[in-house]
């Protein structure tokens, strides 16, 4: 069993841990790691696409999956397919459109792997209408902390499944999942595109839209202060029947780390501005294929060094339906009068709770964006928590670097069953991230 | 003037479980071949079977196959002979130790040459006349720079696929006029399980990128072929080295 010393970081690269990684390329590898163990912790990384560390354990070992990349089985009668935990998203959607279908959630990049998006319970445009990839699983295969491998499904183990879906690797590895898929007309969405003055043309806006159109999302300029504060472009996706000739993705790569300077309040305010002058007064219809609707980012390979050597917080917070305007106005006034958030914020309507315990959707308002990694920061992260929990809402794991732990244990309230599943399955704690160290996830003291 | 539809053929990859023999699979099927996957870990095999077929809509089989068990290369090959498709063949199976590993265990030198050299002759001797007689079709056979050349670290899997080298030359000659093609790719570091946490590799290559590399290099008939190319310029440099100069390098 041979390991290679790496140093692992999340998307947002503000940490780095030194891991013992190990490649598998079969399934009986991956239990053959679990079975050695012993004392060390384990914990999978797949497409390393979450920005903090709940992929990487410091001093543990590293179980990447992205040699276990198979499609096992498709059943168009039943609308389902069966694959392996390292398969991307691009690589998946890249076999089901052509078919006629979608996964029935698919986060911003194609970068993220079938195991990542069910261990964080991922949500993509659609979630008003199609809920979270966990609702559409149907079971999984679960490699334990004793070495088996158990299948799992809502109905012979359901403290065990809604322990896993979104339960950022803490039960074990996904080594195998079967997903319910989406039908899907073409490989193209008819788009709509609208300039919102403002964030309370963006709530009627979205009162208006969120149960007509399939997909919908907001992107808001975050340094916009006083009369423009929350304006920015509305966006709304239907599938559209007929599709657009494939073209070969055009792709450029960040080559190195930029000095961070070139990212200030100057020159994000620039692009917002920009941003949000593209789309004309009157709005604009377009045909987008899937994957530049869904993957706009994914053209620019590491766009992460844009942020330079030290990194980038990101923040994602859901505020519940009730009393979530005023939250996303607080939260939006906090970060405006910082003028430390950089790109396009993200704004969108959730449509309801996931399936897991530690599932972050909930009916309400989301809101996303980017925070460069320099003084200050910490600080307003803090502020931002507060004002989350001060309405009820709750932080992403997927998103996380910062949280405190009491916040966290507020914000899940499932927090106790998830612990008595752990206790259960995996006592001796194999399976652990420094994530979940730092939110002491599996209890006090673990 | 009437178009006759292509022939379907048949490759067979031998070694299939690992990664270069996946993505070889996969792009050999893109291209409408059918596949037979021959190696020992059958179940893991059937869910590249399944996963291919998927992908690309062709016939995958799983066939086991250990290439040291050479009394059951006959039997393995008649079988091969029975499918209706004509074969071409990828042979990619190998087994590589520390050396200082395999001089202090002679079970772990034996098991070397009996997969990379012997296990190979003994198979591709049961195939040559299949592929004689079918009057067509390319052999490719995934060797190494270190069959190029004994080395202090590594003379022993060295010797085994410096002799299967030799080999295929001498079968290339026999197979030639038959209309078959032996291509001979002698890799350099590749990313796989093979190597994967070992010290010192560089320019390391993906899977990918070799099993395309294969499948374009046999298209052409290439007789030899180095993969990564710069390897040629690197193995050339090695090779050109005295032997009393040589001696006193551990590389
Ligand atoms: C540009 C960008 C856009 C994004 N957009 C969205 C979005 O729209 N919606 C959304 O919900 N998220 C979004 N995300 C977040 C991303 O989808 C999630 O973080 C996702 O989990 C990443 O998958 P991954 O394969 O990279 O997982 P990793 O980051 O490698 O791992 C994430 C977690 O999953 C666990 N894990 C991975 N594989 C397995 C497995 N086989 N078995 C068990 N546990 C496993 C890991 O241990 C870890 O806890 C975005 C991220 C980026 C960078
Ligand atoms: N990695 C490199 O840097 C490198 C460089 C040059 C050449 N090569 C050559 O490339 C080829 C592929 O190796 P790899 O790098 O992909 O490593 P690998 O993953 O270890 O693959 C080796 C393959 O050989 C098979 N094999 C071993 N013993 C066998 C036996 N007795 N019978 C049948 N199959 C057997 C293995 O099958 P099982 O699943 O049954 O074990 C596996 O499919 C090898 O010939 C290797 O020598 C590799």
């Not at chain 1, 920005?51 to 543990?60: C, E, P, Q, W």
């Not at chain 1, 979104?166 to 595109?193: H, R």
């Not at chain 2, 000659?173 to 796989?192: C, E, H, I, W």
């Amino acid at each position: 069993m041979r390991f290679k010393q790496l140093e692992l970081s999340g998307w947002g690269r503000t940490t780095a841990a030194a891991v013992s990684a190990y490649r598998p390329e079969r399934i009986s590898a991956a239990a053959d790691l679990v079975r050695a163990a012993g004392a060390e912790n384990v914990v999978a990384y797949g497409g390393g696409r979450s920005y903090g560390d709940s992929a990487v354990r410091t001093g543990g070992a590293a179980l990447l999956t992205e040699r276990l990349d198979r499609i096992l089985a498709f059943d168009e009668t039943e609308q389902v397919v069966v694959c392996e935990p390292g398969i991307t998203v691009a690589d998946m959607q890249a076999f089901l459109v052509p078919r006629g279908y979608s996964l029935p959630a698919v986060p911003g990049t194609g970068f993220a792997t079938v195991g990542g998006i069910v261990a964080n319970d991922v949500h993509g445009k659609n979630h008003d209408r199609h809920g979270s990839i966990g609702d559409h699983v149907c079971w999984f295969d679960l490699l334990m902390a004793d070495g088996t491998v158990k299948q799992v499904a809502p109905d012979n183990d359901g403290d065990l499944f809604a322990a896993t879906i979104g339960g950022v690797g803490l039960t074990g590895i996904i080594v195998t999942v079967c997903i319910k898929v989406l039908p899907m007309p073409s490989n193209a969405v008819q788009v709509t595109e609208m300039r919102v003055r403002d964030l309370d043309h963006f709530f009627e806006l979205f009162a208006e839209h969120r149960d007509r159109a399939t997909y919908s999302v907001g992107w808001i300029d975050a340094l916009a202060r006083g009369a423009k504060l929350g304006r920015g472009v509305l966006e709304l996706a239907d599938p559209s029947p007929a599709g657009i000739p494939d073209k070969a993705p055009r792709r450029l790569r960040v080559p190195f780390d930029m000095p961070g300077i070139l990212l200030n309040r100057l020159t994000m305010s620039a692009f917002n501005e920009v941003y949000y002058r593209r789309v004309p007064d009157g709005g604009e219809v377009s045909k987008k294929s899937l994957t530049a609707f869904f993957h706009p980012l994914d053209a620019l390979h590491d766009w992460n060094r844009l942020y330079g050597r030290a990194g980038f917080h990101q923040f994602q917070c859901v505020v519940p339906e009730e009393g979530g305007a005023s939250g996303i106005r607080s939260l939006l006034e906090e970060i405006s009068a910082s003028g430390s958030a950089s790109f396009l914020a993200v704004l969108k309507t959730m449509g309801g709770e996931g399936r897991g315990h530690l599932s972050f959707p909930v009916r309400g308002y989301t809101l996303a964006l980017d925070f460069p990694a320099r003084a200050g920061v910490t600080d307003l992260l803090q502020r931002l928590e507060d004002i989350t929990l001060d309405y009820g809402g709750r932080i992403y794991l997927a998103k996380d670097s910062m949280m405190s732990e009491a916040g966290f244990a507020r914000m899940y309230p499932a927090l106790r069953e998830f612990r008595a599943v752990l206790e259960h399955v995996d006592p001796k704690g194999l399976f652990m991230s420094d994530q979940a160290l730092r939110l002491g996830i599996r209890g006090p003291g673990r | 003037m009437s178009e006759t539809a292509p022939q379907k053929r048949t490759w067979l990859v031998l070694g299939a479980s690992s990664s270069v023999g996946r993505a070889f699979a996969r792009l050999a099927a893109r291209q409408g071949a059918d596949i037979v996957l021959a190696g020992r870990d059958t179940d893991d095999l059937n869910r590249t079977a399944a996963d291919v077929a998927l992908r690309a809509g062709v016939f995958v089989d799983v066939v086991a196959f250990d290439a040291e068990d050479f009394d059951s290369h006959a039997d393995f090959a008649a079988d091969c002979a029975r499918r209706d498709t004509a074969i071409d063949v990828f042979l990619l199976f190998g087994a590589m130790h520390e050396q200082d590993a395999t001089d202090e265990d002679f079970d772990l030198a034996r098991q070397t040459v009996n997969v990379n050299y012997l296990g190979a002759v003994s198979i591709l001797d049961r195939l040559a006349p299949i592929l004689e007689k079918q009057g067509d079709g390319r052999l490719v056979v995934l060797s190494s720079v270190a069959g190029d050349r004994g080395r202090r670290k590594n003379y022993l899997y060295g010797s085994a696929k410096g002799a299967l080298n030799l080999y295929l030359q001498g079968l290339r000659a026999r197979l030639f006029p038959a209309g078959v093609s032996v291509t001979t790719v002698k890799a350099g570091f590749l990313d796989t399980d093979m190597t994967f946490g070992l010290p010192g590799l560089f320019l390391v290559a993906s899977p990918e990128a070799c099993a395309a590399a294969c499948l374009r290099l046999s298209d052409k008939g290439r007789e030899t072929a180095y993969f990564p190319n710069f390897w040629f310029l690197i193995m050339t440099i090695i090779k050109s080295i005295p032997e009393p100069i040589f001696k006193r390098l551990s590389i």
